[in-house]
């Protein structure tokens, strides 16, 4: 059974950093695509940062320069590293794999206050 544990959401205040976590177990998925996506208070969920098996990222314009995605395949284990936050960035941030099926973790918050 495939399952994604996210860690590392929280309150933090605005300028500061989080480093999120997500780890996948029940198969191999060092060659998967692997991703971040968030959802805030009555929006649409969206794209954050995305990170292939070789290692090329992706970003969203409003997480370029400040954020960074990384990934540790003998661990099937993608993180995020959030700097510079900002209040507008306070969303349930969810991890994405995509391999033989397309899997979803089950949300971490992230609030960012002033």
């Known amino acids: 059974q495939v399952q994604l544990v996210e860690a590392g959401g929280g309150t933090v205040q605005s300028g500061g950093s989080l480093r999120l976590s997500c780890a996948a177990s029940g198969n191999d998925f060092s060659r998967s695509f692997m991703a971040w996506y968030r959802q805030a208070p009555g929006k649409e969920r969206e794209f954050v940062a995305g990170?292939?098996?070789?290692?090329?990222?992706t970003y969203s314009t409003s997480a370029r320069g400040r954020f960074t995605t990384s990934r540790d395949n003998a661990k099937n284990t993608v993180y995020l590293q959030m700097n510079s936050l900002k209040l507008e960035d306070t969303a349930v941030y969810y991890c994405?794999?995509?391999?033989?099926?397309?899997?979803w973790g089950q949300g971490t918050q992230v609030t960012v206050s002033s």
């Open positions: 994405y794999v995509r391999s033989w099926a397309v899997y």
């Open positions: 990170i292939t098996h070789g290692g090329i990222t």
